[in-house]
């Protein structure tokens, strides 16, 4: 069973410039999520994926946007960068059959510096 | 909405004892899960423990068990036998909804250290 893999691993870009992130889902999982992780914060929900569709957001600006294939990979495009959204973005993939439980596996995680 | 509180920023224990991180949570659902991730300084999130609120009994899964208080809206998480691997964040979570998706909403972690 292969797991969430995540690319690139880190980036650096600057003020202004636009940035897309890559996830791989689990096998078999046909749902992903996308999280933001500040320097000593939790994780905050950015928006999931199911179906090629955004079937939740979180409190985001349109400048985050997404999109997901048909073989449930993801990408996390973030336009017009700011230094706040330097971060670790992690993706987490899960199957919408899984029922209660909807256990989420993260990947590795891309952390972004925009300087 | 959704809230979850951990009140440890940090904790130190020594090696083999048992340890317990505290999170309290705050929600209006009458059916919702718990999760504990613990994270490593390589960043990856890795799922530890789930408890659901309707669960009779409080989850276990090898040295992790779950100290689920329903009334007093509290999972804590008791790691027992601590080893030196154990040492990194740790994050409650709760399962909550927004618009059609399922996600979670995270505590602001503690970190664990282990000392030898």
């Known amino acids: 069973e292969t797991g969430v893999t995540q690319s690139p691993t880190h980036l650096i870009k600057t003020r202004g410039q636009q940035v897309t992130l890559r996830c791989s889902s689990q096998?078999?999982?046909?749902?992903v999520s996308w999280y933001q992780q500040a320097l000593g914060q939790g994780p905050q929900f950015i928006f999931q994926y199911y179906r090629e569709e955004e079937n939740g957001r979180g409190n985001f600006p349109p400048r985050f946007s997404g999109l997901q294939f048909p073989n449930y990979s993801s990408e996390l495009n973030v336009n017009a960068l700011e230094l706040d959204d330097s971060a670790l973005y992690l993706c987490a993939s899960s199957s919408i059959l899984a029922g209660l439980n909807n256990e989420q596996f993260f990947g590795p995680g891309t952390r972004l510096t925009v300087l | 909405a959704q809230k979850i509180t951990q009140t440890q920023p940090g904790m130190f224990v020594q090696e083999k004892e048992a340890v317990t991180l505290d999170c309290t949570y705050d929600t209006s659902d009458p059916s919702y899960g718990l999760f504990w991730y613990k994270q490593p300084s390589s960043g990856e999130m890795i799922f530890l423990i789930y408890q659901g609120s309707y669960d009779q009994q409080n989850a276990t899964e090898g040295r992790y068990s779950l100290n689920f208080q329903k009334a007093r809206k509290s999972a804590n998480l008791v790691i027992s036998a601590s080893q030196l691997g154990d040492s990194a964040m740790y994050f409650c979570a709760m399962r909550g909804r927004i618009q059609g998706a399922q996600k979670l909403v995270f505590g602001q972690g503690t970190r664990l250290t282990i000392n030898p």
């Open positions: 096998s078999g999982h046909n749902t």
